[in-house]
């Protein structure tokens, strides 16, 4: 008789005098007379034995016991061979290719934690208590993750094992595609074999099929790589991301699961970096074209690029003290890029400005090859050295920023790509944005006027510095863009959605017109749009009823008995109605564009969000109602270039 594989007990062949006897086991398994301990993986039996007898609880009140002897270590190897699976140390490192794992492929040190304070406990893991013993990590995981407050229904290993059924004996691939909540991050190797890559394949395609309310989940590749180092199979990896995902303890969470979450994770991150390290934040203010997209990838720092010896340490810190473990560590990376930066130019970091996509991809390669400069220890070290940073005003900014993405609509990815076919990079050309900033203004526009081409109207390096010149090439367009660059390089403009000949409708008298459709934006130094405060906030307006409007309901109300029309959501506007369709408090949050002889305007109500003199070389900009912004650029300024840009449709050309 040969032991299943899933007991690991060795290759015992002597059962002839194996006898049924009855016994209290609680387990229920569908064996058969023929092989009733070839049980399939998803049933383990409970065990037990001593140095005469092995014993297998196999069927209700029955078990099987086989009298049995150890053979010799020279016929077949090592004692530890036969030690049952949760004893036996290589059994957590089944998926792993152990000769690319270097130092951490040697076992050493403590071989138990005994501790029961907490705080001792966070010291043990900033430490690396449990960090050279292979083992007790694995063990130390399990108990930790075991200890998560999770939902009542939360799937197991059992679940795992259900699902997966037969194909548990087929060789998992990983051509399976990943769902679409990753974002398309691969599974990262982490010293993987290729079958333990498969598997993390299988894995998450069983955990979508269980978590049907993941809609973003980038993060997740690189956990269950790194959870399958420590399990003894895939239903137990399985277990772990699934009590990860449905942890429900009040205040904490451990993964992202919404594209509402990450992004407000990342212009949190923002945020803190901000605050926490200045000269690192103003490097990539100075450099990138888009600081939001360079942070966007703040997560897979840690969680995809840094290598697996530093990745699992914050691993060990993640899984006992929980989210901000990633902020700190990923503050820590960008404060050690800037001092790679620093030392590489000499002191003198480079602020020409380049496109965010090689910051990024600069960032990534310092990143994967941190462990030649800065050891793991080091890394930990510098995360907890920064001062007062709490949880408490990490989960005060994520609520600040989600309720900021709510208010704007962002609460999915967009998956809105027709700007690809309006803009072509090589005969678009202009002299204040690149063709990737062209790109992020032209997702900011209506959806109506996405497909159409740009087309220069006006510029100052043509046309001159003159206002009546400024109106004779705008006229008769209508959606227009103004684009305008300082003398100090800052770069904002306006989207303005109604032909500026409209202005002469109130004579020589300054007066404002357009819809609700207008924005204003800032590019540079950091990228942000301000749409009408009423988008925003519903509640400054509610729709004016027409007359024909209230015969109609009136008309609808007597023959009520006949038919029921359905209410209009409350707070629902349409931004490219004038203002006179609404009830606004005040005629402040409608004051869009404005033009006369001597001046332009954008924005008004206690200041102008753009305000641009006849010679246009002079300019203010500060907050106004109508688009509740901050100043655009430095309060008072001086025009090195400004442009104006139609919308030519690419249909009709």
């Not at 220069?456 to 660059?485: A, D, K, M, Q, V």
Request: glycine share 6%; hydrophobic share 35%.
């Amino acid at each position: 008789w040969k032991c299943p594989a899933h007991l690991r007990c060795g290759s015992i062949r002597r059962a002839s005098d194996a006898k049924w006897e009855d016994c209290a086991c609680p387990r229920q398994l569908n064996v058969n007379a023929a092989s009733r301990l070839k049980t399939s993986l998803s049933q383990k039996p409970s065990w037990a034995v001593n140095e005469n007898t092995f014993t297998v609880c196999c069927a209700a009140g029955r078990r099987l016991v086989i009298p049995w002897r150890i053979p010799s270590v020279t016929e077949l190897g090592q004692v530890s061979d036969f030690l049952p699976r949760t004893m036996a140390e290589e059994d957590y490192g089944t998926f792993v290719d152990w000769t690319q794992m270097g130092d951490l492929a040697k076992s050493s040190g403590s071989t138990k934690v005994d501790c029961k304070d907490l705080k001792e406990f966070k010291q043990m893991a900033r430490q690396g208590y449990w960090a050279k013993n292979h083992k007790l990590r694995a063990q130390v995981y399990q108990q930790l993750i075991k200890t998560i407050p999770c939902r009542t229904v939360t799937p197991d290993a059992d679940v795992y094992r259900d699902i997966i059924g037969d194909a548990a004996m087929k060789k998992p691939s990983s051509h399976i595609p990943l769902p679409e909540f990753v974002d398309e991050n691969p599974v990262p190797r982490y010293c993987l074999k290729a079958e333990g890559v498969a598997s993390a394949h299988r894995i998450i395609n069983c955990v979508a099929g269980q978590f049907p309310d993941i809609s973003h989940c980038p993060a997740l590749p690189a956990v269950t790589s790194l959870l399958l180092h420590f399990s003894v199979d895939e239903a137990q990896c399985f277990e772990h991301v699934s009590r990860i995902l449905a942890c429900n303890e009040p205040g904490k969470r451990l993964l992202d699961q919404t594209f509402l979450a990450f992004e407000s994770s990342c212009m949190t991150f923002g945020d803190l970096a901000n605050k926490y390290c200045p000269a690192a934040h103003k490097l990539i203010v100075a450099t990138a074209q888009d600081v939001l997209e360079v942070y966007a990838d703040w997560q897979h720092w840690v969680l995809g690029d840094l290598p697996f010896s530093h990745v699992v340490r914050v691993l060990d810190v993640y899984l006992v003290e929980g989210y901000k473990v990633l902020y700190r560590v990923a503050i820590a990376l960008l404060k050690f890029y800037r001092k790679h930066k620093a030392g590489g130019q000499g002191g003198q970091g480079s602020q020409q400005t380049q496109d965010s996509a090689k910051i990024r991809a600069d960032i990534q390669t310092f990143i994967k090859g941190i462990a030649s400069t800065v050891t793991p220890d080091k890394l930990l070290e510098k995360s907890f050295s920064i001062r007062l940073f709490s949880r408490k005003e990490i989960t005060l900014l994520q609520l600040t920023n989600e309720k900021s993405l709510q208010q704007k609509g962002i609460t999915v990815k967009q998956k809105r790509r027709n700007v690809q076919l309006a803009l072509n990079p090589e005969t678009f050309s202009s002299e204040i944005v690149s063709a990737k900033e062209m790109h992020d203004i032209w997702s900011w526009i209506p959806e109506r006027f996405a497909l159409c081409q740009p087309q220069l109207l006006f510029t100052t390096s043509n046309h001159g510095c003159s206002l009546n010149r400024f109106y004779s090439h705008c006229e008769g367009y209508e959606p227009t863009l103004l684009l305008i660059r300082t003398t100090e390089a800052d770069v904002c403009g306006a989207f303005l959605s109604s032909d500026w000949e409209e202005r002469k409708r109130g004579g020589n008298k300054l007066s404002f017109f357009g819809t609700g459709e207008c924005f204003v934006f800032r590019l540079k130094p950091e990228m942000e749009r301000y749409e009408w405060v009423v988008i925003r906030h519903p509640e400054l307006a509610s729709s004016i009823k027409t007359e024909a409007q209230e015969d109609t309901e009136s008309s609808e109300a007597q023959n009520a008995d006949n038919s029921l029309q359905p209410e209009k959501p409350a707070g629902h506007l349409s931004p490219f109605l004038s203002a006179r369709h609404f009830n606004l408090n005040s005629k402040n949050t409608s004051m869009f564009m404005a033009g006369n002889f001597d001046s332009i305007i954008i924005g008004g109500g206690e200041g102008n969000a753009l305000y641009i003199d006849s010679e246009l070389n002079h300019g203010r900009t500060g907050r106004c109602t109508t688009f509740d912004n901050p100043p655009l650029c430095t309060e008072s300024f001086q025009v090195s270039l400004l442009e104006v840009w139609g919308f030519q449709d690419a249909m009709a050309s």
